[in-house]
């Protein structure tokens, strides 16, 4: 029997996480990003699929919806294999960096993100790409040589392998997609956000709340239930117990280190308007 994670490493890991979270959203949801897409053709509201499975090439629309998971295939197939007619996945890449690179700085000036950097390159180091297809895929991407830009390309490999892990564990709940929809925007508070950016119809949400019904996790109303609430948290649980190995490089000291240098970095992004309504990193 695997043992249980140390409970500290996985509460610091967490918060540690969230900060990078915040860094790494601003690749696909800032103005700034959003409009580096546009400079080469890309339709603003789609670019987002294009700029996230580039590190795989021309990614297939089947292939982004495996592995993105829980937006509607045919708001995938919209935006691809379209988009690689206006723009090469190399071009997607570094106008993400470009769009990052100003829209960080917008609003954090230039920080010094050395010691910051330094622990979350050491996270990534004990990463593992087994079973984790959008992880290993920006984990062959080279490092940006400017250190913010290292310090988001670390968040996005973070983010990247915990995403993965998360999928896994979806799965194991037995909630498909638009189930996975419903109940992380209740969880989450995010529901208005997901409804907007998902891509589900009308039908396909109440056929999964439905059926979510049927299981006890939501109650007529459509709000969570005890029983669902607790299965979420569950599925969040477990999402944290897979991704926590790699920081057991940095330890408990390390983690609460890096939250304590990114911590003001994600409420300064947060609180600028940088990112969306909805968006909480």
Request: net charge negative.
């Amino acid at each position: 029997m695997t043992p249980a994670p140390d409970a500290a490493l996985l509460a610091a890991s967490r918060k540690a996480w969230a900060d990078l979270e915040a860094i790494h959203v601003v690749g696909y949801f800032a103005e700034q990003s959003t409009a580096a897409y546009v400079e080469l053709g890309l339709h603003p509201q789609l670019s987002y699929f294009a700029a996230r499975s580039a590190a795989f090439g021309e990614a297939s629309p089947e292939l982004t919806v495996a592995t993105f998971y829980n937006f509607a295939p045919w708001l995938v197939h919209a935006a691809l294999p379209a988009a690689w007619q206006s723009a090469s996945p190399d071009q997607v890449l570094e106008a993400r960096l470009q769009g990052v690179g100003r829209a960080l700085r917008s609003v954090l000036g230039d920080p010094d993100v050395t010691e910051a950097l330094t622990l979350a390159r050491r996270v990534c180091d004990d990463l593992s790409p087994a079973g984790r297809p959008l992880y290993a895929a920006h984990a062959a991407l080279p490092w940006p040589e400017d250190d913010l830009l290292a310090l988001w390309h670390a968040a996005t490999l973070v983010r990247e392998h915990r995403g993965d892990g998360h999928i896994a564990v979806l799965q194991l709940a037995a909630l498909d997609p638009v189930e996975a929809t419903v109940v992380g925007g209740l969880w989450a508070q995010t529901t208005s956000f997901l409804r907007k950016t998902r891509g589900w119809s009308d039908e396909e949400y109440a056929g999964a709340e439905d059926r979510l019904r049927d299981r006890g996790w939501l109650d007529a109303d459509g709000a969570l239930t005890a029983e669902g609430t607790a299965q979420r948290q569950q599925v969040e649980d477990r999402t944290d117990a897979l991704a926590v190995e790699a920081w057991a490089g940095i330890g408990v000291e390390g983690a609460t280190r890096l939250h304590e240098l990114l911590g003001p970095m994600r409420r300064t992004v947060l609180g600028s308007g940088l990112l969306p309504g909805g968006r909480r990193g």
